[in-house]
């Protein structure tokens, strides 16, 4: 094994991958308002292929959303609604740092522009 680094986020960024909530990108997704579209720039992916980190930004909407991961977030700019299945929401801005467990159902809202920082497992 070579030498390990650290990765610093910002700094030569990856190539982002542009989706829209639900084609493919995780968890399973319903769009229910709006036409989403976020940006991907996944900074590191572990040896097991099941630990993820990186920058995801996305454009307002709202879709359904079914956890199979567990995902921190940290907001670094714009705000968002989670509602989960039993109609409980939060509001979070910038600087809200929370996490999504596996098994959540609900849905996601972004009501501004937003960017965060995440890190999934698997």
Known sequence: MGAVGT???????PAPRILRPNAGNGSAARVTAGNP??????????YSGRFFCGIWESTPGKWDLDYTESEFIYLISGKVRVTDAAGHEETFGPGSAFVIPPGFKGSWEALEPLKKYYVTFS
């Open 37 to 46: 579209v976020t940006t991907v720039h996944n900074y590191f992916t572990d």
């Open 7 to 13: 990765i610093p986020f910002g700094v030569n960024p």
